[in-house]
């Protein structure tokens, strides 16, 4: 399928290749006293899968929704497709994909009219409209359940149908709202799959999600967001390089004895990067060699019940730099 949109001459993009399709400086967002993104700088290169991590509470939907031109910027300076929010948020609208974190789908409509009636209301022609709505049936792989109601569809065949949708008007930006919450595994698969298919199309992907191994399969960059504030951002891999060690090893021990077991393993650590974290169920050694960490903590007399060694994660990175605590 055909994902990208033919621009026109009045685009103010053409000609800037190197010009970001979202530019953020200092961007902040407050509700009364209640700061809940804190100036904020951060770019959106055409192309690109750009991912908003952390917290509930963190600012990932209050910046999105700023993005989305549906709330206003309180302060600093923000940039969709070169043009301003504030005085052309129904051209920047009329350019932009949104996939919501709830569907919003008519369930008594059939999968079809769902699409066609959307298109309508970007005004594209009715024989436009059919061939487009039969290309996104097939990217969907809803083809075959075309003439269906929505309601009794699975969550998975939902969440397609809604992608399908946000792309009826071949949008510059796609936006999507923690993309496969609530299905299972083989139905996540998919709708990555079908992303990283729009990704190769050259769509640009902005995403907010929950599943760490979601934004490390989907996200070229990402940021991790935490009271606001943009905590660290850079590439998956660049994020664990920097934040974690290359492998975790996973000791547990009879309950009661890991925060002994993880002060003995401190004489494991052979440099300020490496750590301990002693959980309720096990202790955690980050360390740049699991195995030979294994061998050490077998050296210094621990027994543990099980371990296991793990390349480190963004999971990881995001619990260090955001806490273990749930914030409500």
């Known amino acids: 399928m055909e994902a990208t949109a033919a621009k026109g001459a009045a685009d103010p993009t053409i000609g800037v290749p190197s010009r970001p399709l979202i530019l953020a400086r200092g961007l902040t967002k407050r509700f009364e006293n209640f700061t809940a993104v804190d100036a904020v700088d951060f770019e959106v290169e055409r192309g690109e899968a750009f991912g908003f991590l ?7 939907s209050s910046t999105m929704r700023m993005i989305g031109c549906v709330s206003p910027i309180t302060d600093g300076t ?31 409509m059939s999968v079809q009219e769902n699409l066609y009636i959307y298109g309508r209301y970007f005004g594209l022609p009715r024989a436009a409209l059919r061939a487009k709505v039969d290309a996104l049936l097939d990217f969907a792989q ?20 809604t992608i399908a949708r946000s792309l009826i008007n071949d949008p510059d930006i796609l936006l999507l709202d923690e993309p ?29 999600t ?19 504030r943009f905590v660290a951002q850079g590439s998956p891999r660049s994020l664990i390089a920097e934040h974690s060690t290359r492998e975790v090893a996973e000791l547990r021990f009879p309950p009661g004895e890991n925060a ?69």
Request: some cysteine; aromatic content about 2%; hydrophobic content about 35%.
């Open 180 to 208: 496969t919450t609530g299905l299972d595994p083989q139905a996540r698969h998919v709708l990555w799959d079908r992303l990283y298919r729009l990704k190769q199309d050259g769509v640009t992907l902005v995403l907010t």
């Open 210 to 228: 929950h599943y760490m191994d979601e934004a490390e399969q989907l996200c070229d960059r990402l940021v991790v967001m935490d009271h606001g």
């Open 142 to 161: 809803l083809t075959d359940r075309a003439k269906s109601r929505v309601e009794p569809l699975s969550g998975g065949m939902k969440r397609r149908l």
């Open 78 to 108: 923000l940039r969709i497709l070169g043009r301003d929010p504030v005085t052309e948020g129904p051209q920047i609208r009329a350019r932009l994909g949104v996939v919501p974190q709830q569907d919003t789908l008519d369930l008594e």
């Open 260 to 328: 002994d077991a993880a002060r003995t393993l401190a004489g494991v650590l052979t440099d300020e990067r490496e750590r301990v974290e002693a959980l309720p169920d096990r202790v955690l050694l980050y360390v740049g060699d699991g195995e030979a960490a294994l061998g050490k903590a077998h050296e210094l007399g621990l027994s543990p019940v099980s371990s296991l060694v793990r390349r480190s994660t963004l999971e990881d990175v995001f619990l260090r730099l955001t806490g273990r605590s749930l914030i409500d």
């Open 54 to 60: 952390g917290p509930n509470g963190a600012g990932k």
